[in-house]
């Protein structure tokens, strides 16, 4: 009688990285640290408002996640929201790159661990900001006018995650992260 595979549960992956470390004779807290922000999923979601431009709003969105597609969905109630989808710490690097140039490392990152709750990072970007590449902390409602763009970052190890975005200037994750992938 032939094996039915069935499928495997989205931490599939994360379970197999965890035999591989399991597997090396004495894993350290780098390389535990270094597997579990390996698996990240991000959501980035903006609401195309009537009086927007379709392709200013996309043109936002790339400006954050460049190598992403972009999904439209309708809602019932008519309004449209423009969603990405992405998955890995590489995902966000264009992110990073964007908070270290606009040298707002510190303030990002005590935003991005007072959003953080449990598994789960939350965070809302001005999207005229964004439509211009500069990165631009809001509130999800009232502080920006055309409503922000809202990005949920979903990771077994958040801190990591907010390590990689914002670290520290002169220490942090940047460098071990560099030299975790030599390895």
Known sequence: ???MRTKQ??????TSNLRYIIMLRSPTAEQLRAVLAMNVNVTAESILNPTEDKAKVER???????SAPIEKTSK???????????SGLEFLS??????KQERIRSAARSILFSRARGQRISMYLNKQAAFVGRISFCEPVGESPLGPISIEIESLDP????DFLASSPGQGFSREFRERRRR
């Open 94 to 99: 264009n992110l990073r790159s964007l908070i």
């Open 60 to 66: 936002a969105l790339q400006k954050l996640f460049p």
């Open 1 to 3: 009688m032939p094996m």
């Open 76 to 86: 019932p109630d008519d309004s449209v929201v423009l969603r990405i989808h992405g």
């Open 9 to 14: 549960p989205p931490t599939s992956v994360v």
């Open 159 to 162: 801190q990591s995650v907010i």
